[in-house]
């Protein structure tokens, strides 16, 4: 079955900096890799994801990577800010998985003022 | 808001209860997966159901079970309840397709002593 890895576990940024999670996943029938954001206490919610038919998405100050060959997979976030501190997940399915994610363990991202 | 709602929020059982969790799913979608997420970790596939029938599972073990109503929402149920199943439960809203996102819901932390 799909093994994802994600690192770093944490990650520490100054406001405005930018942070960068990756994610490693084992299963070459995976195309579909979403990342969620979770807040303390409430459940995940969808912040971005992408296609294995493209290799780049942005979303104002997210982006996402994909490299189908190395099989990795990559958040971007420019321009921190405080309200970007939460636990983000990586996650990966595939055509005959649809719906039913293998899940990174996570990075608690801290940004500081 | 993902229009994704559990019941209840909190819940406290016993070690040999039962429990039922609800999900109501979002309008639209047909397609509801369960999944464990313990302290500190990522989020567990327990299983899926679409068109009211199981379809996929993780490796949860048959005490855990679960329901889809023709409205789609679903219930999880969990018998024989141990220590170790003290857990935030969620549910995800999608709908049925590959490369379809998924919607959580906020989770039901369940406790059990």
């Known amino acids: 079955g799909e093994n994802v890895e994600q690192h770093p576990s944490t990650l520490s940024v100054q406001e405005g900096d930018s942070a960068v999670i990756k994610c490693t996943y084992s299963?070459?029938?995976?195309?579909?890799f979403p990342w969620y954001k979770q807040e303390l206490g409430k459940g995940p919610q969808l912040i971005i994801d992408?296609?294995?038919?493209?290799g780049e998405k942005k979303d104002q100050r997210i982006a996402v990577t994909l490299n189908k060959t190395a099989k990795h997979f990559s958040l971007h976030i420019t321009e921190t800010q405080p309200e970007d501190s939460a636990v983000y997940f990586c996650?990966?399915?595939?055509?005959?998985?649809?719906?039913?994610?293998?899940f990174g363990a996570g990075t608690q991202v801290v940004v500081t003022p | 808001e993902t229009g994704v709602t559990q019941s209840p929020t909190h819940l406290i059982k016993t070690r040999g209860q039962q429990v039922t969790l609800r999900c109501s799913s979002q309008?639209?979608?047909?397609?509801v997966s369960w999944y464990q997420q313990a302290l500190g970790q990522g989020p567990q596939f327990i299983f899926q159901?679409?068109?009211?029938?199981?379809?996929g599972r993780g490796n949860f073990p048959p005490r855990f079970s679960g329901l889809q109503f023709p409205n789609y929402s679903s219930e999880l149920n969990v018998n024989a309840l141990e220590l170790d199943d003290s857990a935030l439960y969620l549910c995800?809203?999608?709908?049925?397709?590959?490369?379809?996102?998924?919607?959580f819901g906020q989770g039901t932390r369940l406790t059990v002593v």
């Open positions: 995800a809203s999608s709908f049925k397709g590959p490369g379809t996102e998924a919607f």
């Open positions: 299963d070459s029938a995976s195309n579909y």
């Open positions: 992408i296609r294995s038919n493209v």
């Open positions: 996650a990966a399915s595939g055509t005959d998985s649809w719906g039913k994610f293998q």
């Open positions: 309008s639209g979608h047909n397609t």
């Open positions: 159901y679409y068109r009211e029938e199981e379809n």
